[in-house]
């Protein structure tokens, strides 16, 4: 059989929750033939890309064949596939005893576009030039011990995400498919499975022209097989809601749909149990603290029967973003038991919670006003690509959260499961979002293709899936939807809000509305009026949208479902400097962009015709208090959609941190106005300007105190207050000359935070430094290894661009990838070799799959003095 961590979890939980258990009704011996198991099957895969299809397996010609893999999530009538077998019968990919080793051997997750050169044939800048496209061929050996096929249970594929067009085939057999690539399904092999070796194969299919940005290829998140007895609980089968919360007690409420696999009736005992849950492990800890107590259904063979039950749990630990509340967590755990034999056992991680949406305090949560700090986040984890890794993700959202970022929107789709357990863990709240699309197109084969079929069970399944986290506080049903304007648009979105409600009454729905009106028909129907850059007033227009919508709807809740757009380079200062605290960025002098590097000026003042600076939002949200709050485009940077330069770039320019994980001078904008108490203080630019001796250097001061005192080669230039929409204190008129800057912030006439910068001499030494130095030998741990290159005083050299060659010089690791944040580099992500860009480089590291102890990473550059950093594997 299979083992994995999973399995040993498992084990471990049910000698600690079930073996021990006594105070049960129910007598629970476990069988180990009957319960569940879900293992991972990411290890061991072989792969083949083809630019051009090497069949005919297109998705037109299988469609009837994958429809039915939708039926659980539909309502209405439900599809049968055609009465012959499908179609790839003569395809020898298909054939178990096809000879794949030839293919890449390699494991999942897996991302095949992002190795590449950044000049794949068709595939534009907006979706960063990486070859996305063509046809993905995935095989792998599953062995399945013949006890498990004796037994007659259950065994499901879960994949929890594809790009794009999955079909899949067992055993030479076509088992369905799932086209959305961002979606996580469930097929059930247990009809083509057998003992012994089976043959596992997938294909994927990515069009040229199917997506805005860069979707990324392939399995690109964690795949699963899960086996059950006949008698299971059903995919995503669990819904728990907290229907009310008071500080003595919550009531519990447990929805639970039992699927009978097998042929007849089954009498079914089921109980569900609540505990805390350990954040660490996601497991239950401690004594379990309520009861839904046990009853009996019969379940027809080959069917679902719904259960419900409630139980109330005392003095509830709540759910709630920090700083002011606590993300604490709960687990049910439903037992299903057949003839006093425990037959199933099914996690469900929750959270107790309350949200309101009120229109003029906007959200509330647990009764709480707290103001939305959002970021916008595509879903690629920069040089990793979209391959799914949880350090990565975790990484992502904590930088964020040490920003003050309090909500995150997935624009604009669906996460990878993990990103929300995460989530949930630190307490972010999220707006879970699912299409970019619906009937009409944005680029030729996006999601409008499959829209009027798949919108009903992308969207149920999406839900169903993620309902139980905490941190979900409304669901995005569309961002920039093209008919929005129109009655389509109304009668579309009143559909999807419609199903969403169906599935889930306890959030409000949102969309992010860039075109709409008040009055327009989709806009009447919303829950939320989601805003994108219309509130703020979109360019060189100061008029903002905030006060009609509140006007037309004084029931509704107003956000800013995206906001700012704010394009800048880090570490790139570009003069002059515009006098406005928002403009649209241009090559003009003043404009922010430099067209000759392709690079955009860092002093965060510049943004696309659509768009504003941070600055004009603050002030736009501080003069419109009603708004909830807002998710600012972008908290990363992205591959893809590199605005203003399209045409050349691989990556974005909107990224309040950019894609290496180096924060911009703006995150300590952010930061001063999301963490007030934080005391910090953000000096820009830096002070080596050997060409702009005598020439006018403004200096910019991020932060959270009131006042600040600049010093010029320890002259004072003056102290500054804030006035009441200042966000940054600016010093427009400083005449750069060698030597130092430096800043003394004030908050209520204390002294509060300090900044300098001095004018650094000749790179000397590269200097090495790890986020973290012991990572788990797990293959999937990373560590992220930043190197500065520095004089001889250890300052970062600012315009420090050294050719960097990492090299692990001894022990169990790996270079995954390397970057810089530059939006214009070339240069391969594999690549060990790369430029620093503003003195700063990062090289991505894991240790091999079960090693441990010290690797030695080294970063070499010609006439520098090398550095080096241990790292632990544990
Ligand atoms: C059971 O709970 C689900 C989810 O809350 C609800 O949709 C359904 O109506 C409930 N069924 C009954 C019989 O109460
Ligand atoms: C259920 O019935 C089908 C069709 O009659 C049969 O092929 C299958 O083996 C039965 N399954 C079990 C678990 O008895
Ligand atoms: C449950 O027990 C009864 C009585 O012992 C037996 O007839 C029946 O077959 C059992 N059912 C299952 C599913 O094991
Ligand atoms: C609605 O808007 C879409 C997208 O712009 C357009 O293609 C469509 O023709 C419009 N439909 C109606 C009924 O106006
Ligand atoms: C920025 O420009 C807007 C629009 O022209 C104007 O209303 C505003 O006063 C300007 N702000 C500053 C600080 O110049
Ligand atoms: C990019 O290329 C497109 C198509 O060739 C062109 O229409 C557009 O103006 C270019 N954009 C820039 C910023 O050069
Ligand atoms: C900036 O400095 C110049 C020369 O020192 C002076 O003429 C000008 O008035 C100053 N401008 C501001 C806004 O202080
Ligand atoms: C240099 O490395 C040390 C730790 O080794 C670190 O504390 C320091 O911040 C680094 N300096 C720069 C400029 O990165």
């Given amino acids: 059989m299979l083992v994995s961590q999973d399995l040993l979890l498992y084990g471990l939980l049910a000698s600690t929750n079930f073996g021990l258990t006594t105070a049960s009704a129910i007598k629970r011996p476990r069988s180990a033939t009957t319960t569940r198991e879900r293992t991972s099957i990411n290890a061991d895969w072989r792969f083949e890309r083809f630019v051009d299809a090497p069949d005919s397996l297109s998705y037109e010609t299988l469609r009837p064949w994958i429809l039915p893999s939708a039926n659980n999530f539909l309502n209405g009538d439900k599809y049968e596939a055609p009465g012959e077998e499908a179609p790839g019968s003569d395809v020898e990919f298909i054939q178990p005893d096809f000879d794949d080793q030839g293919w890449e051997q390699l494991d999942l997750p897996h991302d095949w576009a992002i190795t590449g050169t950044f000049d794949a044939p068709g595939v534009e800048g907006g979706l960063g030039r990486l070859p996305i496209n063509g046809v993905g061929w995935y095989r792998k050996t599953l062995s399945l011990e013949d006890e498990l096929i004796a ?112 042929n007849s009736t089954s009498q079914v005992e089921i109980e569900t149990k609540i505990y805390e849950l350990d954040p660490t492990s996601r497991k239950p800890t401690g004594d379990s603290l309520a009861t839904v107590k046990s009853t009996r259904v019969a379940v027809e063979g080959k069917s679902k029967q719904a259960v419900n039950g409630s139980t109330t749990v005392a003095n509830p630990k709540l759910w709630g973003p920090p700083p002011s509340q606590k993300p604490n967590e709960y687990i049910a755990v439903s037992t299903l038991s057949i003839n006093g034999t425990e037959v199933d056992s099914y996690e469900t991680p929750f959270g107790i919670r309350t949200v309101q949406y009120d229109p003029l305090k906007g959200i509330l949560l647990n009764g709480e006003p707290v103001r939305v700090y959002g970021t916008c986040n595509h879903h690629d984890l920069g040089s990793l690509g979209a391959a799914f890794n949880y350090r990565a993700a975790e990484r992502q959202i904590q930088m964020l959260q040490d920003m003050g970022n309090n909500a995150l929107r997935t624009s604009h789709n669906p996460p990878a499961p993990e990103f929300l357990d995460i989530a949930d863990r630190l307490g972010l709240m999220v707006q879970d979002e699912i299409f970019d699309t619906w009937s009409f197109p944005k680029v030729k084969n996006d999601f409008h293709r499959i829209f009027k079929e798949w919108h009903e069970p992308d969207l149920r399944s999406f839900i169903r899936r993620d309902r139980n986290h905490p941190s979900i506080i409304a669901w995005s049903i569309g961002n920039e939807i093209p008919e929005q304007a129109n009655s389509t648009g109304g009668e579309t979105g009143k559909i999807l809000q419609d199903i969403a409600h169906a599935e889930d009454p306890t959030r409000q729905v949102t969309n992010g509305l860039n075109t709409a009106k008040p009055g327009s028909p989709f806009t009447d129907v919303i829950d939320i009026i989601g805003l994108n850059y219309q509130g703020e007033g979109k360019g060189n227009s100061w008029v903002s949208t905030f006060p009609d919508f509140q006007k037309a709807y004084p029931n509704k809740m107003i956000w800013s479902t995206e906001s700012a757009s704010t394009v800048a380079s880090r570490g790139i200062y570009i003069f002059p400097v515009h006098s406005n605290i928002s403009t649209i960025v241009g090559a003009g002098p003043g404009e922010g962009a430099d067209p000759e590097t392709q690079q955009v000026s860092a002093y965060g003042l510049y943004a696309p015709p659509w768009a504003a600076s941070q600055d004009k939002v603050f002030e736009q949200q501080d003069k419109h208090p009603y708004v909830a709050g807002e998710f600012v485009w972008t908290g990363w940077d992205y591959i893809g959609e590199p605005t203003p330069y399209d045409n050349s770039s691989r990556s974005s320019y909107f990224g309040i941190i950019d894609l290496a994980g180096f924060p911009k001078e703006r995150y300590y904008l952010y930061q001063s106005r999301w963490r007030p108490e934080l005391a910090q203080a953000k000096l820009i630019p830096h002070w080596t300007w050997p060409d702009r001796v005598g020439k006018v250097t403004p200096v910019h001061v991020f932060t959270s105190g009131d006042e600040a005192e600049l010093f010029v080669n320890d002259v004072s230039a003056g102290r500054k207050k804030k006035g009441q929409y200042d966000y940054r204190l600016r010093w427009d008129n400083v005449t750069y000359s060698p030597g130092s800057i430096r800043v003394v912030a004030y908050k209520d006439g204390k002294e509060w935070a300090s900044d300098s910068h001095v004018t650094v001499s000749e790179a000397t ?36 661009d050294n050719e960097i060659t990492f090299s692990v010089s001894s022990g169990p690791g790996k270079i995954i990838s390397t970057d810089n944040g530059d939006a214009t580099d070339m240069v391969p992500f594999p690549s060990h070799s790369r430029k620093a860009f503003s003195g700063l480089a990062l090289a991505i590291v894991k240790a091999e799959a079960g090693s441990q102890g010290e690797i030695v990473i080294e970063a070499k550059a010609d006439g520098l003095t090398a550095g080096k950093v241990v790292l632990t594997a544990s």
């Fill in 151 to 262: 037994s007659g249970k259950s065994i499901f594929l879960d994949v929890d995400g594809a790009m794009s067009y999955a079909a899949v085939w067992l055993n030479g057999k076509f088992v369905g498919g799932w086209p959305f690539g961002y979606n996580s399904f469930r097929l059930d092999l247990t009809p083509f499975a057998k003992s012994g070796e089976n043959q596992l194969v997938i294909r994927l299919e990515n069009l040229l022209d199917s997506s805005r940005w860069y979707p990324g290829a392939g399995i690109y998140r964690n795949v699963w097989l899960v086996t059950a007895s006949p008698v299971h609980v059903a995919h995503f089968g669990t819904y728990v809601t907290t229907p009310s919360v008071s500080a003595d007690e919550a009531t519990v409420d447990v929805a639970i749909e039992i699927e009978n696999a097998g």
């Fill in 765 to 800: 030494a590269l200097n090495v430094t790890a986020d973290r130095t012991t990572i788990r030998g797990d293959g999937q741990d990373l560590s992220f290894i930043t190197v500065a290159v520095v004089d001889k005083d250890g300052n970062t050299i600012p315009q420090g």
